[in-house]
């Protein structure tokens, strides 16, 4: 081997050293932080959302950001907790009461209509159910046993998820304040790190990619959550059962990007049927009110933000839900819309012209 070569040699062995511990530190750091990146995101997320916000709060306090972060914190986390603790308590209390009830055989089912039997496929062996627990409830329970032991185990599982979601959302909301003060210093980080990856046109994917993550986070994921509350507190109110259980539908539905009606119609046809008819037609405004707010809000909340398809925001969120439970349900929409703007942005760029200078440049060679 001349010198030429044994040099070529010893440069790939030491790039092919330097790469491979680079890869392993990168994989050791994931494997870290891997319990934290839905946090990390989300805070991420958080704080890009409220950096208007929270630059206003700052000038009020006189420039002092870490106290205005501080501040922001605690806020959000009173607007997390609280509704959430009197939804949690309001889904317990639900159950407890429905236990109650079979114990002591207070509930009764009516017969089902004779037209049930003539249902498709599922007629007859519903009717047969049903008759059955209209009849003898116990009998009925003992031979949903085995299907209500699963639903039983899923449920638990849920809610415990659901603690956890909670858990991390905390995580994400205390994390967002560390890097509010650090907001400076996060931009032009991120705009370095676009230039490395994209070139000279990073920095503009970057501000791109803060502008939709502000108009989903506030037009799509705030307003999901101030309808879900505005609706659990009038279920909580009238005093509906399972009333937590409703607003997560709520908020599921709402950040898929369907309407909250699905659910809040059947709630209120119940309302009809359990209260005072006041108290049933106050809620029943309250509840077209909550359902008609995103027409309001969404204007108000999203400003001049990327639109993404609600293909893309349902995919997200499910995805995310389904992947990190209910931070997941947020942090899934956002990326995949921001991945989504970045991705149509840079088609955008390559668009017919990059097409046509490529034909240009080939027509000679067809020629040939």
């Given at each position: 081997m001349t010198n030429d070569d044994r040099a070529f040699d010893r440069r790939v062995t030491q790039a092919a050293v330097?790469?491979?511990?680079?890869?392993?530190?990168?994989?050791?750091?994931?494997?870290?932080?891997?319990?934290?990146?839905?946090?990390?995101?989300?805070?991420?997320?958080?704080?890009?959302?409220?950096k208007t916000p929270y630059a206003k709060l700052t000038r009020v306090l006189g420039g002092r950001p870490k106290l205005a972060a501080v501040l922001l914190v605690v806020v959000a986390l009173l607007l997390l907790i609280v509704?959430?603790?009197?939804?949690?308590?309001?889904?317990?209390?639900?159950?407890?009461?429905?236990?109650?009830?079979?114990i002591h055989e207070h509930i009764?089912?009516?017969?089902?209509?004779?037209?049930?039997?003539?249902w498709p496929i599922v007629g007859e062996q519903l009717y047969a159910l049903?008759?059955?627990?209209?009849?003898?409830?116990?009998?009925?329970?003992?031979?949903?046993?085995?299907?209500?032991?699963?639903?039983?185990?899923?449920?638990?599982?849920?809610?415990?998820?659901?603690g956890i979601g909670l858990g991390m959302f905390i995580v994400a909301i205390v994390i967002a304040g560390a890097i509010l003060p650090n907001g400076e210093r996060a931009a032009k980080l991120a705009d370095k790190t676009a230039y490395i990856i994209a070139?000279?046109?990073?920095?503009?994917?970057?501000?791109?990619?803060a502008s939709s993550i502000q108009?989903?986070?506030?037009?799509?994921?705030?307003?999901?959550?101030?309808?879900?509350?505005?609706?659990?507190?009038?279920?909580?109110?009238?005093?509906?059962p399972a009333a937590g259980l409703w607003t997560l539908l709520i908020l599921i539905l709402a950040v898929v990007q369907l309407p909250s009606t699905l659910v809040l119609i059947p709630v209120i046809i119940y309302v009809f049927y359990t209260s005072s008819t006041v108290v049933a037609v106050l809620f029943a405004i309250w509840s077209i009110?909550?359902?008609?707010?995103?027409?309001?809000?969404?204007?108000?909340?999203?400003?001049?933000?990327?639109?993404?398809?609600?293909?893309?925001?349902?995919?997200?969120?499910?995805?995310?839900?389904?992947?990190?439970?209910?931070?997941g349900l947020f942090v899934g929409a956002v990326v995949l819309s921001l991945g989504y703007t970045v991705f149509m942005a840079w088609v955008d760029e390559s668009g017919p012209e990059d097409l046509e200078d490529e034909d240009v440049t080939s027509a000679p060679t067809k020629a040939r």
């Open positions: 330097r790469l491979s511990l680079l890869a392993l530190l990168v994989f050791w750091c994931l494997k870290i932080l891997a319990p934290f990146l839905n946090p990390i995101m989300g805070g991420v997320v958080i704080a890009i959302a409220v509704p959430t603790l009197a939804l949690g308590a309001s889904l317990v209390e639900s159950t407890d009461g429905l236990s109650a009830d079979l009764k089912i009516p017969a089902p209509p004779d037209a049930v039997a003539d049903w008759l059955g627990a209209s009849q003898n409830l116990e009998t009925a329970l003992v031979k949903l046993a085995p299907y209500m032991k699963d639903v039983g185990v899923w449920l638990v599982s849920s809610v415990g998820d659901l070139g000279p046109r990073g920095p503009k994917l970057a501000a791109l990619a108009s989903v986070t506030r037009g799509v994921l705030g307003v999901a959550a101030i309808q879900s509350v505005l609706a659990g507190l009038g279920m909580l109110v009238v005093g509906v009110l909550v359902g008609l707010s995103d027409n309001v809000l969404k204007p108000l909340l999203m400003g001049r933000g990327s639109s993404v398809p609600m293909l893309v925001l349902f995919m997200g969120s499910i995805g995310g839900f389904m992947a990190g439970g209910i931070l």
